[in-house]
């Protein structure tokens, strides 16, 4: 079978949507390599940071990812002396993520310059059609769920 282009707006839109977002995803996760982080574990320490410690199940809802992969993530973070996994103290059935203080601290010192590259990554646009840009996001749910938080 042949698959043949669509002129399909709905369908080109979404596919230049997507690419987009890969290609800037790739863009800004780039400056995390010397740190020794994927953009996966960045994104956790994040949700750690701003959270204070969760379940992983929690980590994974803000992150859209499966338990799995935020097992993996976690199993690296701990490895590397960034996270910790704690026993709940209110429920010992559950296991919850922290970050170390060695995790805070690269955490700390590299957002700042996170941020710095993704400001560079959108600076083709003006503020005018980054207030757009992010309306219509919201306009069909990007923004996702109560969960979802921005990898920024």
Same mark, same amino acid.
């Given at each position: 079978?042949?698959?043949?282009?669509?002129?399909? &707006? %709905?369908?080109? %839109? #979404?596919?230049?949507?997507?690419?987009?977002?890969?290609?800037?995803?790739?863009?800004? !996760?780039?400056? @995390?390599?010397?740190?020794? $982080?994927?953009? !996966?574990?960045?994104?956790?320490?994040?949700? $750690?940071?701003?959270? +204070?410690?969760?379940?992983?199940?929690?980590?994974?809802? #803000? $992150?859209?990812?499966? +338990? +799995? /992969?935020?097992?993996?993530?976690?199993?690296? @973070?701990?490895?590397?002396?960034?996270?910790?996994?704690?026993?709940? &103290?209110? =429920?010992?059935?559950?296991?919850?993520?922290? *970050? &170390?203080?060695?995790?805070?601290?690269?955490? =700390?010192?590299? #957002?700042?310059?996170? *941020?710095?590259?993704?400001?560079?990554?959108? !600076?083709?646009? /003006?503020?005018?059609? *980054?207030?757009? @840009?992010?309306?219509? @996001?919201?306009?069909?749910? %990007?923004? +996702? !769920?109560?969960?979802?938080?921005?990898?920024?």
């Amino acid at each position: 079978m042949k698959v043949q282009a669509t002129q399909d &707006t %709905a369908v080109q %839109a #979404y596919v230049k949507l997507i690419r987009t977002a890969e290609a800037l995803h790739v863009r800004v !996760s780039r400056g @995390l390599v010397p740190e020794g $982080l994927t953009a !996966s574990q960045f994104s956790a320490m994040k949700v $750690l940071r701003l959270h +204070g410690s969760l379940p992983q199940r929690d980590i994974a809802k #803000y $992150l859209l990812q499966s +338990g +799995g /992969n935020i097992t993996l993530v976690v199993d690296n @973070l701990e490895r590397d002396g960034l996270a910790q996994r704690v026993r709940s &103290t209110v =429920d010992r059935r559950i296991v919850e993520v922290a *970050l &170390t203080k060695k995790g805070e601290e690269l955490f =700390d010192r590299i #957002y700042p310059s996170h *941020l710095d590259r993704i400001r560079d990554a959108m !600076s083709g646009l /003006n503020s005018e059609e *980054l207030a757009e @840009l992010q309306a219509l @996001l919201e306009s069909f749910g %990007a923004a +996702g !769920s109560e969960h979802c938080t921005p990898v920024n």
